[in-house]
């Protein structure tokens, strides 16, 4: 396989939009490829995601008309992907795959995604279609629901009380809005305490308001290319080590909600293929769609044993400065989720920091970032690993 | 890039199920899977289609439960992919090319819809969001007025009257129906003349009910290989000789619809790519949503010169028997049109045409064969030519 590089990344300002789906991809899309030294008639392929811009807009069948939006040539095949919310993860994977078998030399990947005309309550039940249909969605389960039973089973599985496992919780906030409020095109951009979390509205006991990511509405892209190409056209791209994804069931064939195990095989791909571990990841983007979320996350990856990462945001280990930076963007807590976006804004975020532009959310040092992104109830784990050089 | 065999097939009886989209794939999938001397757990990954599971079931997300539901592993990842009408060839395209590169050496692809359940006019309106939502779905536009329209365009741009064009128009439908009725897996399975097409209710003036194809529900899968396992599993592989994708813009922008540039595009790849002319296909299965769209796609491929094909199956051309047999399994009119599935089904067809399975319908030492499928109006196109031996 031929080393793979990301030339260039966008991404939209994240939050409510009056755009639409294809005028925000097209923002971050063309951004993209200008910072890349490219012209949209380069691209030989376009690698979409979009989650329900039919429920959103009406819209199904985006990707050749984001094809259009762009001025993407006739040649380059127009892709559509959706794995619920790491759909563009997916799609810069494949994308990556197909530029390392040489198939195509530059592709553009990303997504997009348009939730917050619905409302949350309404975007809540829309998306909750992420669910098993037949036995899980239609008896009321929500993805708020999904994380509260983890957060339960995790406090009885590993014998920590729910209230000092709240307060815990209630630091990962914390930590994400403050990193937020350094990150201009963050959803929210004003730091909390953990009162702000303790006295919220209740969601799904033991999740309040502030454990919960918001929905958005945004876009990303990246420019994925051949390394010999990075060269010529891009004057800091960043290589991409290694990647993994990975599938399983419906919640009801999930023994232990705890451990997420289509994420420790899809990162335990990323790190095979890297030749990495996790003690050379300087810089983490992870899929922190609850709070809860962010503390297995931890856990999959190897940062922590199990049982053990419930208190790292409280101890201030995954801040900036901190042993493992975790979302330094504000994560999808405060950068926020417009969900078919979001991974290529994980993408974008890692991309930044590792070429040192990420300003005063600068991780210092950072050459070796990890992305992590979760679709639907761990049906589906995507994981790429980026490093600032070659290998 | 390695060469890469299909190795099983297999597809519901189109038409309309009781079954869910996750059972009719499970059917398919696991049949394809038997049929290959193999297992569940010999799938490297699963790259699975559906379009508007949404709609129809509440279902997003659908891939990770499609993995679950034929015990794929853990380590498999399941992909969805979405491209209108081209939804399953897509994915088909995308497990060949990752076989190809040496990424997975075994795959599972294909893909499921279940549309009846709306009725027509609802599916008619629910699968109009293939339309650009903005600029064309909206004020009304619909699959069957394309396709009129494109039916209006050829009359006038080549001089033939709109009464001989409709007889022309017809004659399709008769073929196609005469096809069907001798495959036990096609929706409609009877005979029709030419008064039954000239009778019929009008749809969208110049097109007829029988000069549409109906919504079925169906589901359609293949495993793809790395062609070394062929030799292992099967006895009887089918190779994957070229392919391409393409994609344009929405209506607006397409200034003559009698000539679909996609198409031309990617059918010109999947030739450049086998080595292979419109000389050398014996048998294919083509993209017939509307009478008329048959036409359209001789015409692109190169079997006749422009302006030329309207009367092919008049003249029993494209008849079992004829110069090239053209939708031998009674096509999207008559075998049916399950949106996510039919590339799949298309792929089915030819794969058991080459290995001389197709009874009764059989096309006599058929040894090349081409599946064309098109998404949308013309947003997407995808074409895979396969033969009976390696190149």
């Known amino acids: 396989m031929r080393q793979v590089a990301i030339l260039g990344v966008a991404m939209t300002k994240f939050g409510v939009s009056e755009k639409t789906n294809l005028e925000m991809f097209a923002e971050a899309g063309l951004e993209a490829i200008a910072q890349s030294d490219l012209e949209p008639k380069d691209m030989e392929a376009l690698y979409f995601g979009n989650c329900l811009g039919d429920f959103e807009e009406g819209q199904m069948h985006m990707a050749p008309f ?145 454990d919960c990511c918001p929905f958005s509405d945004g876009a990303a892209a990246v420019v994925v290319a051949e390394a010999g190409k990075a060269k010529d056209f891009s004057k800091k791209p960043v290589y991409i080590a290694g990647m993994g994804q990975a599938s399983c069931g419906p919640l009801y064939l999930q023994k232990d909600i705890t451990r997420v195990r289509s994420r420790e095989e899809s990162v335990s791909q990323a790190y095979r293929e890297s030749g990495l571990g996790p003690d050379d990841i300087d810089v983490v983007e992870l899929h922190d769609c609850f709070t809860i979320a962010e503390i297995l996350a931890l856990e999959s990856f190897g940062f922590y044993e199990f049982g053990k990462a419930y208190d790292a945001a409280t101890k201030r280990e995954t801040y900036l400065g901190g042993k493992v930076v975790v979302n330094p963007s504000g994560g999808l807590k405060a950068k926020g989720h417009p969900i078919g976006a979001t991974g290529a804004a994980q993408v974008t975020e890692i991309v930044e920091q590792l070429r040192e532009e990420s300003g005063p959310r600068q991780v210092e040092g950072a050459r070796i970032g990890l992305v992590d992104t979760l679709g639907g109830d761990f049906g589906t784990i995507c994981n790429i690993i980026l490093r600032s050089e070659t290998s």
Do not use: W
């Open 66 to 210: 984001a094809h259009a939006e762009l001025g993407l040539p006739i040649s380059a095949p127009a892709t559509r992907f959706e794995a619920a919310c790491a759909t563009a993860t997916v799609a810069i994977r494949h994308a990556a795959l197909l530029v390392g078998a040489g198939i195509y030399d530059v592709v553009l990947a990303g997504g997009t995604e348009r939730a917050c005309a619905m409302g949350t309550p309404l975007a809540t039940k829309t998306f909750a279609m992420g669910h098993h249909a037949q036995y899980e969605s239609r008896p009321g389960l929500t993805f708020p629901g999904v994380f509260a039973m983890a957060a339960h089973m995790y406090s009885d599985k590993y014998g920590i009380p729910l209230k000092e496992l709240k307060l815990n919780m209630a630091e990962v906030a914390v930590k994400n809005h403050y990193h937020g409020s350094m990150n201009p095109k963050a959803h929210f951009q004003k730091e909390i305490d953990v009162n702000t979390v303790l006295d919220g509205m209740m969601v799904a006991d033991p999740l309040q308001l502030f």
